[in-house]
């Protein structure tokens, strides 16, 4: 059984900062990509940042220049530093990750969500 567990979202100003953290724990054998999502009530989830297990980062336009994903791959952990937030940023956030599973003699891998955790930036 594999979990992602999220914190650190919360009311913040127009301008202000926060930082998710993600943390993957469980029969892993390895994780690939890590990525942050989000979704507004009635719209598609969206990508925000994604980041390979060598350190590539991708990034939404909407994003670019104030966010930064990082993670630690000895603590399988995944950070979303949130700068310069917008009102447009409000969303639910969502943690993502593509875990290798070792069963029996296979690799196998699996994508995992978080539960999400709500960002909210107010003007």
């Known amino acids: 059984q594999v979990q992602l567990v999220e914190s650190g979202g919360g009311l913040v100003q127009v301008g202000g900062s926060l930082r998710l953290s993600c943390a993957a724990s469980?029969?892993?054998?390895?994780?690939?990509?890590m990525a942050w999502y989000r979704q507004d009530p009635g719209k598609q989830r969206e990508l925000v940042a994604s980041i390979t297990s060598i350190g590539t980062t991708n990034y939404a336009d909407s994003v670019k220049g104030r966010f930064t994903i990082s993670r630690d791959n000895a603590k399988n952990t995944v950070v979303l530093q949130m700068n310069s937030l917008k009102p447009e940023d409000t969303a639910v956030y969502y943690c993502?990750?593509?875990?290798?599973?070792?069963?029996?003699?296979?690799?196998?891998?699996?994508?995992?969500w978080g539960q999400g955790t709500q960002v909210t930036v107010s003007s």
């Open positions: 469980g029969r892993i054998f390895s994780i690939n990509d």
């Open positions: 993502y990750a593509d875990i290798l599973i070792k069963t029996n003699s296979a690799l196998r891998s699996y994508g995992y």
